[in-house]
């Protein structure tokens, strides 16, 4: 099967099954994987996607779980970029009790990665991620959005790949837009997927190719099932197939085939679904608290911070002002996304599972502890502090990042003048939030960056013939004169709810001299 076939649902004996109807048991992509789990590795990117994976299944198979030394042999990519896939593995997979996921540091290549898991993160590197477009209303961007820099004069001279990002005035499409572009692709690829988990039996063609239980079940890594006020349930309790199968008894495997008319079904509801509510929005009275109007169209007064589908919060066109949310403020987000803010102060000040950062200038933006991933991106001449598990950063300039990081920071896209430092405040609850998220203060690598490729292969713009790529413009350190502390009030004044009393960060020796530095110039002065 080629990668580029559409999967199209074969003639099967046996009766499709209906898909779930309700409306909060719609299909949904997980989006965790689409969002934080893609790589610019072009090693990654192959010429047939499926043969290339049936191989290394085939390969690999002796080996239940892969390590990074098994994984850099077998795919001919570096020890780096092989301990980067599993840690970027471990931060999107669905099951939080993968021994992956829990590994420490020091135990992820004891832990290894499932085989199933690894096969399906690799295959989602043929994803092309869904182009930003630009805001309806150019007049109300062009009031927050920053001054020409004094980059771009040059860098649209150097080459048509920075031509391309000179153009800074990029917004998110909306989620249901992204939604619907994550279920066509796999529609698209679903029976490719689908024959890399399936298992072999006697008999000829595709009929031969059957899903076990634990098998349907890996799916969940990149399709669930449920909606806003639900629970998410697991992909076998929602498949007629395995619903009601004996817990002690090993469930009968189901014909591959079956499985692709029932996901095909699914999906194709989905998409009817998400059509009918894009269609009503645009037709219909605008309705501010819908959390899937479109992230393009929020302008300078558009704040929404309330819960949208399955746990993501978003933080949208915050100009000249400062702005705090903290744990309360945030209950059932477990990511929140902060979108074309200008000019301001930003304190979010809770754990959290994700973060993203997109589009924002001249701002300082504080997030809590951020226990899977933050990404940063298209970002001017801004500052960034956080504490979290891994930090990826892309196309950004001039801005600055003081880190409490238990992985390498990852650099890739057209970046320009970036600076990294220590981590440089606290506030009262930051020890009870990252001991909730699992981050380890014992742990800063946030001068440990590690540089992929400028050009990014699943980017949907076609880039110019000629345009090779080069790595990624890593980040300097900050001069420790420069660096000082960043100081959070107070909201709750007199006592505080937390137990922090000071960065739980060690600073390196530099900065903790320019530290007392600082200080002893405040008290004799």
């Given at each position: ?233 697991t992909l076998s309790q929602a498949a007629p197939f395995f619903a009601n199968s004996d817990p002690d008894m090993p469930a009968v495997p189901v014909p ?166 220590p981590y440089n405040t606290f506030y009262s609850e930051l020890e009870e939030h990252m001991a909730d998220v699992g981050i380890d203060a014992n742990i ?82």
């Amino acid at each position: 099967m080629s990668t580029e076939t559409t999967s199209t649902a074969d003639p099967s004996p046996d009766p499709a099954p209906t898909p779930n109807p309700n409306s909060s048991s719609l299909i949904h992509p997980r989006r965790e994987p689409f969002e934080h789990g893609l790589l610019p590795i072009p090693k990654l990117i192959f010429p047939d996607t499926t043969q290339i994976l049936t191989q290394l299944k085939q390969k690999l198979a002796p080996h239940n779980r892969v390590n990074s030394s098994l994984l850099a042999d077998s795919l001919q990519i570096s020890a780096d970029h092989a301990r980067l896939i599993l840690d970027t593995l471990a931060s999107v997979l669905n099951s939080e009790s993968d021994p992956l996921v829990k590994a420490l540091p020091d135990e992820v290549d004891s832990a290894g990665a499932d085989l199933r898991d690894l096969i399906l993160f690799l295959y989602i590197q043929s994803y092309k991620k869904l182009l930003p477009r630009t805001h309806k209303d150019a007049a109300a961007v062009a009031d927050v959005w920053p001054s020409t820099s004094a980059f771009d004069g040059y860098l649209s001279a150097l080459s048509p790949l920075q031509l391309v990002r000179s153009n800074s005035r990029r917004f998110m499409p909306s989620q249901a837009d992204e939604e619907a572009h994550q279920l066509s692709y796999l529609q698209k690829h679903m029976a490719n997927i689908l024959s890399l988990l399936a298992e072999s039996v006697e008999g000829e063609g595709e009929e031969s190719l059957v899903l076990s239980m634990e098998g349907f079940e890996h799916l969940g890594f990149l399709i669930q099932f449920g909606d806003k006020g639900s629970e998410v349930v697991t992909l076998s309790q929602a498949a007629p197939f395995f619903a009601n199968s004996d817990p002690d008894m090993p469930a009968v495997p189901v014909p591959a085939t079956q499985v692709l008319d029932w996901i095909s079904q699914n999906i194709a509801s989905a998409l009817e679904h998400i059509t009918e509510r894009i269609s009503a929005k645009e037709n219909g009275p605008a309705n501010s608290s819908d959390s899937d109007v479109a992230m393009a169209d929020a302008c300078t007064s558009s704040i929404k911070t309330s819960p949208s589908a399955r746990g993501s919060c978003f933080i949208e066109g915050i100009s000249k002002s400062s702005f705090v949310k903290q744990a309360l403020d945030l209950k059932g987000c477990s990511s929140v996304k902060v979108l074309n803010c200008h000019d301001s102060i930003l304190y979010i000040l809770a754990p959290l599972r994700y973060a993203t950062i997109y589009g924002c200038s001249d701002s300082t933006i504080v997030l809590g502890a951020v226990g899977k991933a933050v990404r940063i991106e298209h970002c001017e001449r801004v500052h960034v502090i956080t504490a979290a598990k891994r930090v990826c950063i892309a196309n950004c300039r001039e801005c600055v990042f003081f880190l409490g990081v238990n992985q390498r920071p990852l650099m890739v896209g057209d970046n320009h003048k970036l600076q990294v430092a220590p981590y440089n405040t606290f506030y009262s609850e930051l020890e009870e939030h990252m001991a909730d998220v699992g981050i380890d203060a014992n742990i800063n690598r946030w001068d440990e960056t590690l540089a992929l490729g400028v050009v990014d292969p699943h980017d949907s713009l076609s880039h110019s013939a000629g345009v090779s790529d080069v790595q990624a413009e890593s980040a300097a350190r900050l001069d420790p004169d420069q660096f000082t502390n960043f100081l959070i009030p107070n909201w709750f004044g007199g006592e505080s709810p937390g137990s922090t009393k000071d960065n739980p960060f060690q600073l390196p020796e530099a900065y903790m001299a320019s530290q007392q530095r600082n200080v002893c110039a405040l008290v004799f002065n």
